[in-house]
Structure formats: C-alpha cells, structure tokens
C-alpha cells in the first residue's frame, strides 16, 4: 500500500520552473545560454522520483534559487528560500547531486530561478 501511494505521489507531483537573469548580463547570449543549460538541469532532476525519505510528502510551493559559477567554474547552489522547509531540502538535495562545471570565463555570474512545485 504504501508503495501504491509513493508512486501515486510521483506520478502527480509536477514542477515548474521560471528563470530569471537579473545578474546575468542580457546581452551576453552566452551567458543566457548557460542558464537555460542550467534551468535544463534542474527541469531534468526535479523530474526524477520522489526521494523515499520525506515521510511528510508536504512538497507544495515556491522556492527561489540561486545558483552562481564559482571561480574554478563549479555551478553551486547559493541559497534557497521558500516558507516549506520540506520542500527547500527536497529541492536543495535534487539539485545538488548534479555535478554541474562550465568555463571559468563565467565566474562570478549568477543566476535566479523560481521553483512552483504542485502536487495535485
């Protein structure tokens, strides 16, 4: 039974994520490029499966991201905040186990993305 409800909640559990460039130079298409290959990633890990461990399977909401290229090119997550805390660690532990790297001619960029998690 429980696992008739954990694959029900994966399968209504849907994610949304808008992107915003407000440190990124907009003109610079490169950079745009780079954050949409990143919003890509994110799209792609926040459709995996529901980890087992949240037994409160309260995931609904917005969490805002940000996400900078360190100076050695690593994509680190920056800091996340929304008013579920379930849903801030759900999302800070599915982004983080992407390895994500880029050029270290983008360091110091950073990028902004919304997260509108629904589970119906």
Not at 4 to 9: A, C, G, H, N, R
Not at 30 to 35: E, H, S
Not at 70 to 86: L, T, V
Request: charged share 20%; glycine share 8%.
């Amino acid at each position: 039974m429980k696992k008739l409800k954990l694959l029900t909640l994966i399968g209504l559990l849907t994610g949304i994520i808008s992107t915003g460039f407000s440190f990124a130079d907009p003109i610079d298409l490169k950079i745009t490029a780079l954050g949409h290959q990143i919003k890509g990633e994110i799209v792609d890990v926040m459709n995996l499966p529901v980890y087992l461990k949240y037994t409160d399977k309260n995931l609904n909401g917005s969490v805002d991201v940000l996400i900078a290229v360190q100076e050695n090119g690593k994509i680190n997550i920056i800091n996340i905040n929304g008013d579920n805390k379930n849903l801030n660690n759900y999302v800070f532990n599915k982004i983080a186990t992407r390895n994500m790297w880029t050029d270290t001619k983008y360091k110091g960029k950073m990028f902004r993305y919304r997260i509108n998690l629904i589970s119906k």
